[in-house]
């Protein structure tokens, strides 16, 4: 029902910053909660930020809160990433994922409920 497409990863020096952005095929994307997740080598994929589908509720995991900021716009059918204050251990392969939930205000925070995963853009910080 929906595709989705990351871009915007790339390779930054500790302390840079990068925008990741997802764009999403489709005419329903506003029913859908979103959420971006990453993969570093050799570990689980780790949840890192989710979003409502109006936008107007956010959860962030421990580790990004005051450093990264999630934002959609439901008129462009895309949802992003603002990363600010990148650190070595940001170094993941970041995806972002769609959640059919029936609540506007709704933030998912598990994994078993994203249903469509984009392929994923790559993020390095250099140490």
């Known amino acids: 029902q929906v595709q989705l497409s990351e871009s915007g990863g790339g390779l930054v020096q500790t302390g840079g910053s990068l925008r990741l952005s997802c764009a999403a095929s489709g005419r329903t994307f506003s029913s859908y909660a979103m959420g971006w997740f990453r993969q570093a080598p050799g570990k689980d994929r780790e949840f890192v930020v989710a979003?409502?589908?109006?936008?107007?509720?956010?959860d962030y995991a421990a580790s990004v809160k005051g450093r990264f900021t999630i934002s959609r716009d439901n008129a462009k059918n895309t949802v992003y990433l603002q990363m600010n204050s990148l650190k070595p251990e940001d170094t993941a392969v970041y995806s972002c994922?769609?959640?059919?939930?029936?609540?506007?205000?709704?933030?998912?925070?598990?994994?078993?409920?994203?249903?469509?995963w984009g392929q994923g853009t790559h993020v390095t910080v250099s140490s």
């Open positions: 979003i409502s589908r109006s936008g107007g509720s956010t």
């Open positions: 994922a769609a959640a059919p939930v029936l609540g506007t205000t709704v933030v998912v925070k598990t994994i078993a409920t994203y249903t469509y």
